[in-house]
């Protein structure tokens, strides 16, 4: 029969372990997720004013194919680093995206208005991505839905047109079940999920998957340490085809 001293001992071991554990994946060194690269090659990252300045010659040489890179939010907000990290990424070999924060409480029109004063049209970049995702309190107090899915169609159509390429939705689990599923369907999707696979509530292929928010690359100095990293479904010919 154990020991109280024995159980002591177990129950200090046991608290060490999950504390080192917890540990390894705050610091980024092991992840929840971590896709194998024989299933998803086409590797990519997406950043923001948070990264700082950017290397993009360093970051063009560690493995991964594409960035999305943070343009607008809202209806009026610029991201400051948005203009250099463009002109510095699209010098490298990377195939360069940019992204939009969507405002639930801004409208449709005046959100793609203002990406389109911002991003410029190149045929190099990939489709424009509209980043569909709750914050502050929106996730304890969702939007209406049929406002919230009309002036995303509106904002996406409107990019569309422009730009000539049918945009991406980036989303959570939370928004894509709320807003996204059943509908958009002509829309990639871009599904964040940094615990487990992808597994879309309507049974809907995903386009992209930000699979964690904690790796660590060189190339980078800013506020924030880590950066997001995403997988594309499918092979390198596959991806060549969305590209084109």
């Not at 639930?104 to 004063?117: E, L």
Request: hydrophobic content about 40%; some cysteine; aromatic content about 16%.
């Amino acid at each position: 029969m154990p020991t109280k001293s024995n159980k002591l001992k177990f129950l200090t071991i046991t608290i060490c372990a999950a504390a080192l554990t917890a540990g390894l994946f705050f610091f980024g060194i092991l992840h929840f997720n971590n896709p194998s690269i024989r299933d998803y090659p086409i590797r990519g990252i997406d950043i923001s004013r948070y990264q700082g300045v950017i290397d993009w010659n360093v970051i063009a040489n560690q493995g991964i194919s594409f960035a999305f890179i943070k343009a607008t939010e809202g209806s009026a907000h610029t991201d400051r680093y948005f203009a250099q990290n463009l002109k510095g990424a699209l010098q490298t070999k990377l195939h360069i995206g940019a992204y939009h924060f969507f405002n639930f409480d801004s409208p449709g029109a005046s959100q793609a208005a203002h990406f389109i004063a911002t991003v410029p049209i190149d045929e190099r970049m990939l489709p424009p991505v509209v980043d569909f995702e709750f914050y502050g309190d929106k996730l304890k107090n969702p939007p209406d839905r049929e406002k919230a899915v009309q002036e995303l169609s509106a904002m996406l159509d409107i990019l569309a047109k422009h730009y000539g390429k049918t945009p991406v939705i980036y989303v959570t689990k939370e928004t894509y079940d709320t807003y996204i599923a059943g509908g958009f369907a002509k829309h990639p999707i871009w599904y964040r999920d940094i615990f487990r696979s992808p597994s879309l509530s309507d049974g809907r292929a995903w386009t992209f998957w930000q699979f964690s928010n904690r790796h660590k690359i060189k190339g980078y100095i800013g506020s924030e340490k880590y950066i997001d990293f995403n997988v594309f479904n499918g092979s390198l010919e596959k991806f060549m085809a969305f590209v084109k």
